[in-house]
């Protein structure tokens, strides 16, 4: 089945910074989405992304599908951005959404 | 998008018995998910399961331990039975929007098993 790898797997950061999250997926894909799970486990949509570019306030993300690989932005980082960075993928002919292991973020004040 | 509540939001179990989380939608779906996301891990599907057949089990998960219901096309229930301490997770539920094809999750249930 389908891989998904994401990099770093932990980044701290101070209050302010920018940070930029990665994921590779290993073959074609139908659907990618981006997550952020808050501290009391929910789960929280940041983009529906399988192609290109899109923007949301302080986070943007970039799916290049021909080299299959999404970027997360956030930028101006703030305390409430803490928390785990899932990507998660739908593979070519599949229905299931596969995830990678996360990015588990800490903005420090 | 879909709102999706779950019951209950946590439970501490004993083991050797069966604990039965619902999930409810606002809106018809064909399809409802169930992950699981044991301590520090990712998430991993547990079935899909769609409205009038059989739940569909990914690789290690079999129905005897994990039995789903699907009985209308808002609402599911998953039983997590004979639990052990291994089974001490957050379970989350989740569907497909018909439209966007994006996926929306539940809450979750947090249960730990003692």
């Known amino acids: 089945g389908i891989q998904v790898e994401q990099s770093p797997p932990d980044l701290i950061l101070q209050e302010g910074a920018n940070s930029t999250l990665r994921c590779n997926f290993s073959d074609s894909v139908n659907n990618l989405q981006w997550f952020h799970q808050n501290p009391w486990g929910q789960l929280i949509n940041l983009f529906y992304i399988p192609s290109g570019t899109k923007q949301n306030g302080r986070l943007s993300a970039t799916t290049v599908a021909t080299e299959r690989y999404s970027l997360l932005y956030i930028s101006s980082s703030q305390t409430t951005d803490s928390g785990v960075y899932f990507c998660?993928?739908?593979?070519?002919?599949?229905?299931?959404?596969?995830f990678g292991q996360g990015t588990r973020l800490t903005i420090n004040p | 998008s879909a709102v999706i509540s779950q019951k209950p939001s946590r439970d501490i179990c004993q083991r050797g018995t069966s604990l039965t989380i619902q999930c409810q939608v606002d809106s018809q779906v064909t399809m409802m998910f169930w992950y699981r996301q044991q301590p520090g891990q990712s998430l991993t599907l547990i079935a899909t399961?769609?409205?009038?057949?059989?739940?569909?089990?990914e690789s290690g998960f079999v129905i005897d331990k994990f039995p789903i219901s699907r009985p209308n096309l808002t609402f599911s229930t998953l039983t997590v039975s004979n639990m052990s301490p291994e089974d001490s997770s957050i379970y989350l539920c989740?569907?497909?929007?018909?439209?966007?094809?994006?996926?929306?999750f539940g809450p979750g249930t947090r249960l730990t098993v003692t």
């Open positions: 998660a993928v739908v593979g070519r002919g599949a229905q299931k959404l596969v």
């Open positions: 399961a769609n409205q009038g057949s059989e739940a569909t089990y």
């Open positions: 989740s569907v497909e929007d018909r439209i966007s094809y994006e996926q929306y």
